[in-house]
């Protein structure tokens, strides 16, 4: 049975899913048997469910499938989701669908894909109900119901002067609960929460959660309602955010392209994680310079050699479990540069706590692990498991420390604090974990 066969079957169950359920099973199939599932849906279904499909999996379908059966599909996108993908687009592209869409499409897309994407104004939607202030309460339903019956957003009601002037706003509560013949303006919110086209869809993000606001209007700069942003923006926004700042911190690269992980090509992977990885190479020479330095050492005391991947290890996972806890709080406007001291005196104290319980654990771990050991005549297994022990413990501090504190720094000098990349933390705490290792050998053993 052909593909083509198999989704005419389905047609009947497809009509009974959520538009996306159905974007799931049609998104992995040929672009002929998604038209020939869509032509038993009308356009506005068509796409909902098209809207649900990945961006790279739209953008394939839109250069195989004729421009002119493409068009309803677009026209009738949420316009925050048609103006994604026309971004993504290439200006050929662009080029090859205006010509097609009505002529207010055209203009909505052309007025959206303006602005950049990390701004209010490139992540709004135009898809919302306006009413006057003067209008009666009957009127102004009638009004929101000729409108705005596909509008995925009519819980606010926005209120504007003739000028398009943005002057309160309205709930669908509101209008169910006042009387048909009053008065817009007596159940009128003047007071508002608001963004400006320009400002940083992080900071709009947050301002829909610090309000538990369903959607926040989109002003430009002489007040008009411009657009909205909604709730599920708000999430797509901190989604992406979060997935930016993880691949910052874990010292990879991030680029404009939002494919993913299948779609993006070898070559492109290997040109976001190079710098960092190659770049911490050359810096972790510095740590072959140091074993050099104790070479003799070593020489003397064998076990130490053995133990050296734990204290480097455990130094690791603290400072990069520290550095993790900071990004987030920062992230999440918890904590601010200024409370540095505040901030590594605390985490100082957690530190500590933790180098106990692993500078115990290490020590018996050594006791455990080397009991048959050969060692020099002059040291007992008992003093070279405590000086390991410590030589861990103040490296658990000391990783925890700077792992708190790098995000700070870069943070306090205007840098994005998930630059403080993992990697680069490791490799700093690697540095100065051989340091303390040796240093506290030396010193304690008298070498």
Request: a negative charge.
């Amino acid at each position: 049975m052909s593909q083509k066969q198999k989704v005419r079957e389905l047609i009947p169950t497809f009509h009974k899913m959520p538009s996306v359920e159905v974007a799931e099973v049609l998104g992995s199939l040929e672009e002929g048997s998604i038209l020939e599932a869509f032509e038993s849906f009308d356009v506005q279904v068509q796409a909902k469910v098209f809207s649900h499909f990945e961006i790279t999996r739209q953008l394939s379908f839109f250069q195989k499938t004729s421009k002119k059966r493409f068009a309803p599909i677009f026209e009738n996108m949420a316009s925050d989701d048609r103006c994604d993908l026309y971004q993504h687009m290439s200006q050929e592209e662009q080029a090859s669908i205006l010509p097609y869409l009505s002529k207010a499409a055209r203009e909505d897309v052309i007025k959206l894909s303006s602005y950049p994407p990390d701004t209010a104004g490139g992540i709004m939607s135009t898809d919302f109900a306006t009413i006057q202030a003067s209008m009666t309460v009957d009127s102004a339903m009638a009004k929101v119901r000729r409108d705005s019956p596909s509008k995925k957003m009519i819980y606010y009601i926005y209120v504007v002067d003739h000028r398009m002037k943005m002057v309160g706003f309205v709930s669908l509560k509101d209008l169910i609960m006042a009387s048909p013949n009053q008065l817009i303006s007596e159940v009128l919110h003047e007071k508002f929460v608001f963004t400006t086209v320009d400002e940083d869809r992080e900071l709009v993000a947050k301002k829909i959660e610090d309000y538990d606001l369903l959607a926040i209007p989109v002003l430009n700069h002489v007040g008009q309602l411009a657009g909205i942003v909604t709730q599920d923006d708000a999430i797509e926004v901190i989604r992406a955010e979060h997935t930016e700042d993880m691949e910052k911190f874990m010292g990879i690269m991030t680029e404009s392209s939002e494919n993913d992980y299948i779609h993006t090509s070898s070559m492109q992977h290997f040109r976001k994680r190079v710098v960092w990885i190659v770049s911490l190479a050359a810096v972790g020479i510095i740590s072959g310079m140091i074993i050099h330095c104790f070479e003799s050492t070593l020489e003397a005391l064998i076990i130490l050699a053995l133990y050296m991947p734990m204290v480097a290890d455990t130094g690791g996972n603290s400072g990069s479990q520290a550095a993790t806890v900071i990004v987030r709080a920062l992230a999440l406007g918890q904590i601010s540069p200024k409370q540095w001291l505040k901030i590594v005196f605390k985490e100082f104290k957690i530190s500590t706590m933790l180098a106990v319980c692993l500078g115990v654990l290490a020590f018996l771990k050594v006791l455990f692990l080397s009991w048959e050991t050969s060692i020099p005549a002059e040291y007992t297994l008992i003093q070279l498991a405590f000086v390991i022990s410590t030589a861990l413990s103040l490296q658990v501090v000391s990783a925890t420390c700077i792992g708190a504190g790098l995000p700070l720094l870069v943070k306090r000098f205007g840098g994005d604090p998930a630059v403080a990349a993992s990697p680069a933390i490791t490799t700093v705490v690697d540095i100065t974990g051989l340091l303390i290792y040796f240093t506290v050998t030396v010193t304690l053993l008298g070498l």
